[in-house]
């Protein structure tokens, strides 16, 4: 009997010690000013825009966020079954080393463009109707892409 006592103040100690640090916390947060505040807060990397790089008619069917450099976008043209490619930088600038992607495994096709730009890379075209597809994008040796996604719901007469 007398450990459970002594358990129970020891715990009742504890949760008296951890409320008062709870209670504290805002008003501790309160005295700090808002610029430290802000600074020590995690920004939101903000994503690259699709350009329209791949023309008329491509629409954004997936996309993934290369870290905090940009993003690279798959898109498709329902009319012609061509799927492209391009990454987009976040913030041009400087060329740095930029990879757009795009391939299928069966046959084994894969069209890429790679090079130092200062704004994206690509487009790359494939005609994947019926197929799944695998595209990345890289800048300045980050990478980002999926693979064996959105695929066509068609059976695809490859020759």
């Known amino acids: 009997m007398t ?3 002594r358990a129970s103040a020891i715990g009742a100690a504890v ?17 700090e000013p ?7 807060a995690p920004k939101a990397a903000a994503a690259a825009k699709y350009n329209g790089a791949c023309g008329g008619g ?3 069917v997936n996309s993934a966020q290369i870290g905090t450099k940009g993003t690279v976008f798959l898109t498709y043209n329902s ?9 987009v930088r976040t913030a041009p600038g ?8 795009l391939g299928f495994a069966s ?9 130092y730009y200062t704004t994206y890379a690509g487009p790359v075209y494939l005609d994947a109707r019926g197929l799944c597809v695998t595209w990345r994008g890289e800048i300045s040796g980050e990478v980002a892409g999926k ?8 059976a695809a007469n490859r020759h």
């Open 58 to 60: 491509y629409s954004v």
């Open 107 to 115: 046959p084994t096709t894969t069209v890429t463009d790679t090079g």
């Open 15 to 31: 949760t008296a010690t951890a409320c008062t640090a709870i209670a504290l916390a805002p008003a501790a947060a309160a005295a």
């Open 79 to 87: 009319a012609t079954g061509k799927n492209c490619v391009v990454t």
């Open 147 to 154: 693979n064996g996604t959105n695929c066509g719901s068609l």
């Open 34 to 40: 808002a610029a430290q505040r802000a600074a020590a």
């Open 3 to 5: 450990i459970i006592r």
């Open 94 to 101: 400087k060329a740095v080393h930029m990879t757009a992607s």
